[in-house]
Structures are given as C-alpha cells and as structure tokens.
C-alpha cells in the first residue's frame, strides 16, 4: 500500500538524499577511536575523536593529548552513541553532524556553506569549521561553546557557561553552573533537581557601593572572563585571580569540577599529572548541593570531604551523595504524635528558613513555634552578641549542611518522640571509592528494521526540530532563568535575600542612616524619600511609605518579600525593609544621577542615552510582567520613576507595592481605585476597562514619546466635571498627526525631535522607536505589544548606529 503512494516515493527520494552523504574529508567513525582522531597543528598538544563513556557508549570530545583523562570539551556529553556505526561527518552542504549508529543525528553544528570546508584542530584546543580556500572564515568553533572547561585564550562570555560534569566518572552536564549574572556578576550557582541557588561570591557578603560581594562589580555590563596562558584569570566585574606558580609559560585549563569547585590546573609538558594551581572556594562545604538535603558535609585536609546522614536519616543512594538522605521514620502532622528535639553542636544548614527571622525568642518559644508548623524540621537557636538577642529559625528543609567549628549556634532536630532509635553515626567511610566507580550505560545495537526509511526520515525530523527546540530553550533559559531561578527554587526567598544582602532595618538604624530624616530627595504619592548612608557606608535611598501604616505586619512583609525576590538590572535594587510599630520604610540603592524627569529638561541626555533607557526601561517592564513567578504591573510609570545610575543605565523604581497579579486572576478587585499620574494613564482607568499589563505599556510609549519629542504630555490634560481627567492623549495625537501629514518620501520623524538633539541622532533607530511608542499608545489595548515584543524590536537595532 505504502510502496504505491507518492508520500512514500517522495520520502524515499529523500531518504536516498540524506543517506549518501556526501561527505569525504572526515567521516570519523566510532569503530576505530584510536585511527580516527585529529590531531592538532602544529605541536600535536590536543587530540580530537571518540570516547569511550561507558559500556558501548561514546562522546566525540577533545583532550589534552598527553594526559587523556583531560578531556576539555565535548559535542555530545548528554546523548552518548553507540560503539557500532556512529561517525562524526562533513555533509556537503557544510553541516558537520554526529550520528548515532548511522541513524539518527545527535548533535550538529547547524552550519551551511557552499564552499568547500575543512575541521581544524588548533594548539589552543579550539576545534574549527573553516573554509578551505580561506582559513580566517570561521563558521564555527568548539570555544563558543564550552562544556565544563575554559582553555588559556578562550574566553567565556554572555552567551556561554561552564556546567559541571555529573561526578568523576560521569561526563553528562552536572548541576554546577559558572556564569555571567543579570547585574553582570560572575557567579557560580548550584542547579540541583529541587532547588537551585547562588554560592558564589559568598551569599552572605553584602554588597557595598559599587558592587556585590568581594569588591565585584556591577556596572561593566561587557561581560567576558579569561585565563590566559601564565595563570591569570580576570573577568569583567572585576574578579581577577591568579594560580600560585603564575608567570610560568604552562599548559593550563579552568574546570568546573563535578563537586562545584572551580580549580585552575597546571601541568609541564610531558608529565601526565596535573596540579591544582588555584581554586575559587576554600572550603569545600561551603559549596550547596554537595551532600544532598539532610546530610553533613565535613572536611578534613587528610582525607578531604566526607557527607554523613544525619541521625535518623540514611541515604537514597549510597553511590551518590548528592541526592542526600531520607528518613527512617514517617514524618507525620498530627496532633497526636509527640515530638522531642536533638540538639546537634557546630552544625549550620544554609537557607530555607521559614519566614523571616525572629528575634528576642526564648527557646521554649522557637520551639512552640516549630512545633505548630508542619513543614518544620527543626531550627537554628544563635546568640548574637551584636545586639544580645537570642534569633529563632525554624528550618522547612535542611539542605546544604556543614560542619563548622566554632559556630555559636545550635541546631535542634525535630523528632517523633517514638521513633526508632538509630545508631547515631552512619558508618559512611568506603563511599569515596564506590563514587566514582563507572556505571555501565546500555547502549544496545538497534539493528536497522525493514520500515526503517520511514522511522528514519521520522527520527530524523524529531531530532532536528528536537535540536532546535532545545537551543530554543537554553538562550530563552540562558536570557531568564538566571534572573529568577531563586524565584523558582526557594520558597522563602531566604537565599536570594541573602545573596543580595537584602535585610530588616531597625527604625533606629534608618534614623541615624538618614540623621534624624534631613535630606529629602524625593516625595511621591506612596511617601517620602530620603538619602542616607547605612552603617557598612553604602548610600541608599530610604522611602518612609504613608500608605501602609495601616497595614499589617504579615501583609506588608509578604510585598515586600516578593519586591526583595525581583532582581534585574533595569529595576531598581532593593536592600530592605524596616516595619516597626506604625513605620514601613524600604531602603533601596541609591541612583547618582536621579530621575529621567530631572534629566530630560537639562542637556544631559544625548541620543544614545535615551534610545538605551528607552531599550532599558522596556527590558525591567518585561521582567516584571512576564518573566516573574508573580505577575506584577508597575501602574505608575513616568520618568519621575526611572532613575539613572552613574552609566545613565536606567532603572525602574517604585514598583510593587500594587500588588502582584495572578495569571489566572486577571479581574483582580484589588484595583478598585484609579493610579497613576496624569497625563501617563491608559485609557482603561477613565473607562474602567479591564486592567492588564497593557496599562504599563500605554504609560511606557507615552514616556518614550516624551523622550524623543522633548515634550511633556501633561500640556493641554483636562480635568472634567467628574474630576478624572478627560483621556486627553495630546502628545500622541500630536505626533501621530506629524507622521500623517508628512509627505510621501520625507522623513516625518525630523518634524517631531527634541530641538536639543540637533541632528546628532540616528534617524533608523529614531523611526523604529518613534513608531513603536505610537503602537504602545493604541486606544485599543490589544492593538498595543507586549513589553517583551517591544525590547525584541528594539534590541534588533541597538547596533544599526
Ligand atoms: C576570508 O574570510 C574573512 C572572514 O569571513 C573575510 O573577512 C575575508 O575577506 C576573506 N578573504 C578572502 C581572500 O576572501
Ligand atoms: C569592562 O571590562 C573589560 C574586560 O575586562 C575591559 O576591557 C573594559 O575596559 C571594562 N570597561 C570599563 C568601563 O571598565
Ligand atoms: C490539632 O489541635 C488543634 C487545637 O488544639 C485543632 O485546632 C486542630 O484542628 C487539630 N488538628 C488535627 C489535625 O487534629
Ligand atoms: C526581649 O523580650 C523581653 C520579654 O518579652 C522584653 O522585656 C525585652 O525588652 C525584649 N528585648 C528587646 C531588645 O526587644
Ligand atoms: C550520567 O548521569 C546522567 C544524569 O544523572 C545519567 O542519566 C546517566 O545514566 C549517567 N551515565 C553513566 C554512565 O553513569
């Protein structure tokens, strides 16, 4: 039946085409790993072809080709191919491909060039697709895209990250991530299967002025990081590190280590060991993840880390510490079970605190509290003798356990009262070994069927749009998930909290801070802001809010919270909250160079300025509609609240406190009342429509539209009898009026420019702008994009100028 219809024929053809390829220079094959390799030119230091992964199981990967374990980089390290009739091929119409058992394509470089091409292995350990006739025509290179390892010369940018290998044994992509943050900080994050969270620079070191963490900082947005060749290694946000034996010409790579360390190797030509020349933490259990949840992680220089369940725990699998322990008795939440707690000396678990602290608690309290909380595992009871209260935190999960020697707190197990009794230590010695013991991978040899043509042609499709989906998601993961994986992972946002030094402020504090409220920098409907300078010297910006002293505690933290959680460099940061009695005061970074409404009358503001606070504004906009847990309209946008750092990097401020929406809750009541300011409204509020996130983006073109005309909408806004304003969109109809009028062939944007500017801009990139400010104004709030649409066409031409 299939033989006769045309389908078949055409899928037969075509299937006749893809299975000649027509690919000589390389078809490297699998069956023979020691034959089929490159070797690089001229010195021979780095080999590429196949290796062996585990049973029946290869990677096509790149090494050092003295020291074989070395393995830098690989095409294909989560989707091993089988040992029978995979090869790694040059198609003739320039895409290199690797195929798994001459079957399916697991992995390709997308590549397409009618010119003749040829694989290159340079010295450097850069593997390159390159034309024949000419060598400097690159189409693509193994450094753009690193796997767990950075090479002397190759340089990790925006776009690219270190992920760690699975363990020892196991090459397949870890949960270690080394990377470019939002605020452009070099961290390393920890991405386990629950929860994910920064660990490096050291959470807990707050920020100072210009940066976060260790002197790094914030305000070089280039983002590149490079070791070079005598073992330096220097980044963009100011992290510079070097090995121990640095000044020596060696041979030296970076890795991201299976275990979350970052270390710097050496090695003389022609010895096979390799020596750690530098590493990026010291204290290897200060490292998240490393012994899964409910498990110690401890330390000693003889026989190097060790994980220990903890006392009524044992391990999900003892071959892999990173899944971490279970207990042996059922957790329960009933009000018959009785429960004890043990105490556990010099022991901290990082993070997943239930709410905030609480402090000046007795321990009989901290454990009421436990006690009437189901999650609760236990909590940390601490002295501190900074201020001689005694802090409760009750933990919901006990992740990333150390041991630490000298550390005043105590942990307080929560245990059913008739629990078996364990033995209380695990004996857990003799794991090290077994851990790195290779599993074996089944990689069964599929003989090819008879219908085969057809599952080919199938498998041959879902590969590629499999391929394109996944790249898809990894630059749409890449671009978000580094901004709000702790969104996602932590539920009391504790760990961001910490990582951006975000805290409670006594009104004490904020009083000194600010010398009694002196200076006042700024007055708003939502209240006052004044400048002050905290106790560790950063200068903040401290807003004492009139609106909620009526609200409660719970209420107000539970905001402030999801305001503390949004972390983008296009929207203001905030460092923390004080609530106190009747005050609730936010305390947030401090912008040099004030608000888009100071700037705009001044001459301050060039074009290239204003076409980037215009891309930028979009950009914190976007985050807060779309790419948070919690949907969060602005519903106040005007230049008064944009705010310009020292680079003029605009930020949005004073978001947050409209309450976040629900997805799914579109119809929120919470917006009984009109907000907003004149002049910048959309026309839902005088309808009563439906408010959506459209409302900021109505606001968002008007303020745009400003910028570029240098005109302020509030001109000519009437009030009625009704006293809301009559939606008099003036400055809209007045430009889209220019643009109608102009004549056929004329630049109609010349006739609508800030007579500042002169002519000192970019007329492609004014007409884009111009045009979309007109689409965010439409009447119609359909007819208006998204914030995301609007940062999409604009960044598509950041660079025309
Ligand atoms: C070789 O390729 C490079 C990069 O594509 C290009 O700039 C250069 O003009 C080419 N040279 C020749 C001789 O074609
Ligand atoms: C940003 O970092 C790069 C790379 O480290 C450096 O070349 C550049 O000068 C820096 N820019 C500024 C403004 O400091
Ligand atoms: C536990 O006891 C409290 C009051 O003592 C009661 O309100 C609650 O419903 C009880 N819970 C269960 C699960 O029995
Ligand atoms: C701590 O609590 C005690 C008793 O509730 C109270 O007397 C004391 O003033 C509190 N101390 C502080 C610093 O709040
Ligand atoms: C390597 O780790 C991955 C992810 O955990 C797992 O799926 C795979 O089976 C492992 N491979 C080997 C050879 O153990």
């Not at 920890?190 to 660990?199: A, D, L």
């Not at 330390?299 to 892999?320: H, N, P």
């Not at 000298?406 to 245990?415: A, D, K, N, S, V």
């Not at 000192?760 to 702008?769: A, N």
Request: net charge neutral.
């Amino acid at each position: 039946m299939a033989s006769s219809s045309p389908t078949f024929l055409a899928i037969l053809l075509l299937l006749l085409f893809f299975h000649f390829r027509p690919s000589s220079p390389l078809p490297l094959s699998v069956e023979s790993p020691d034959e089929d390799v490159i070797v690089s030119w001229p010195k021979g230091t780095f080999t590429a072809g196949f290796r062996r992964v585990g049973e029946n199981a290869y990677c096509f990967g790149v090494w050092f080709s003295q020291a074989e374990k070395s393995v830098v980089w690989m095409a294909n390290r989560d989707l091993p191919v089988n040992g029978k009739r995979s090869s790694l091929s040059l198609l003739k119409n320039g895409n290199l491909v690797l195929s798994d058992a001459g079957q399916i394509d697991v992995w390709a470089t997308n590549t397409l060039s009618p010119e003749p091409l040829e694989l290159h292995l340079h010295d450097t350990g850069n593997l390159v697709l390159r034309e024949q006739s000419n060598r400097s025509s690159v189409l693509w290179q193994s450094f753009n895209f690193p796997t767990d390892t950075l090479l002397p010369g190759q340089i990790l940018t925006r776009f690219t990250k270190l992920v760690s290998s699975r363990s020892a044994g196991n090459h397949s992509s870890g949960f270690y991530q080394l990377f470019f943050d939002n605020d452009n900080v070099f961290r390393l994050l920890y991405e386990g299967p629950q929860v994910s969270s920064v660990y490096w620079p050291d959470p807990w070191l707050v920020s100072n002025n210009v940066g976060s963490g260790n002197g790094r900082s914030t305000y070089n947005s280039s983002k590149v990081a490079v070791l070079d060749d005598f073992g330096r290694f220097s980044a963009s946000d100011h992290f510079d590190f070097k090995t121990i034996d640095y000044g020596l010409l060696l041979q030296r790579r970076l890795t991201l280590d299976y275990d979350g360390n970052v270390r710097i190797y050496s090695r003389k030509n022609g010895q096979e060991d390799w020596s750690i020349t530098g590493q990026f933490k010291s204290q290897p259990c200060f490292i998240h993840g490393i012994c899964g949840p409910y498990s110690i992680c401890s330390y000693e220089q003889a026989i190097g880390r060790k994980c220990t369940c903890l006392e009524g725990f044992s391990w999900i699998d003892s071959q892999d510490w990173s899944l971490g322990c279970k207990p042996n008795f059922q957790p329960t939440c009933d009000n018959k079970t009785e429960y004890h707690f043990v105490p556990l000396d010099e022991v901290d678990f990082y993070g997943y605190d239930y709410g905030s602290s609480f402090s000046n608690y007795t321990y009989k309290q901290c454990e009421k509290l436990c006690l009437g909380l189901c999650e609760c595992m236990g909590f940390q009871y601490t002295f501190a003798p900074e201020n001689g209260l005694f802090w409760c935190y009750p933990k919901t999960q006990l992740l990333n356990g150390h041991r630490s020697p000298g550390f005043t707190g105590q942990i307080f197990l929560r245990r059913p009262k008739n629990s078996v009794q364990e033995n209380h230590l695990q004996n857990n010695d003799g794991l090290v070994c077994s851990r790195n013991a290779e599993k074996l991978l089944e990689r069964p040899y599929v003989k090819g069927q008879k219908n085969g043509s057809v599952k080919f042609m199938l498998w041959f499709a879902v590969g590629l749009g499999g391929f394109e989906v996944m790249c898809i998601f990894m630059v749409w993961c890449f671009l978000f998930r580094s901004s709000n994986h702790l969104v996602s992972a932590d539920r009391q946002g504790y760990v961001l909290a910490a990582a951006t030094g975000f805290r409670r402020y006594t009104y004490s504090e904020l009083k000194q801070a600010t010398k009694g409220f002196r200076e006042e920098i700024g007055r708003g409907a939502g209240g006052t802001v004044y400048k002050g300078v905290l106790s560790d010297n950063r200068v903040a910006a401290i807003k004492k809010l009139h609106e909620f002293a009526d609200q409660g505690e719970s209420e107000f933290l539970t905001e402030v919270s999801i305001i503390g959680r949004l972390n983008h460099m296009n929207l203001i940061g905030m460092w923390g909250y004080c609530v106190e009695g009747k005050h609730r005061m936010l305390v947030y970074e401090y912008m040099e160079n004030g608000s888009l409404a100071n700037n705009l009358p001044s001459n301050s503001l060039d074009w290239s300025k204003r076409y980037n606070i215009a891309v930028g504004m979009a950009k914190g906009l976007a985050y807060l509609h779309e790419e948070c847990l919690e949907w969060i309209l602005h519903c106040d946008i005007k230049p008064q609240n944009i705010l310009l750092d020292s680079d003029y990097q605009p930020k949005v401020a004073d978001f947050g406190l409209s309450k976040p929406l629900n997805r799914n809750n579109l119809n929120n009541s919470s917006f009984s009342r009109i907000r907003g300011t004149r002049g910048y409204m959309a026309p839902e509020w005088v309808f009563n429509l439906q408010i959506t996130s459209k409302v900021d983006v109505y606001s968002y073109g008007i303020v745009v539209l400003e910028m570029i005309t240098g005109r302020s909408p509030m001109i000519g806004v009437q009030v009625t009898e009704l006293g809301a304003e009559s939606h008099n969109e003036r400055l809209a109809t007045w430009v889209r009026e220019k643009r109608r009028k102009a004549p056929a062939g004329a630049c109609w944007v010349e006739q609508i420019v800030d007579p500042t500017l002169g002519s000192d801009y970019d007329m492609k990139q004014m007409e884009i702008l111009a045009t979309v400010a007109l689409e965010c104004v439409e009447e119609e709030k359909d007819a208006r994009p998204s914030m995301s649409q609007v940062v999409e066409r604009l960044q598509s031409h950041e660079h025309d100028s």
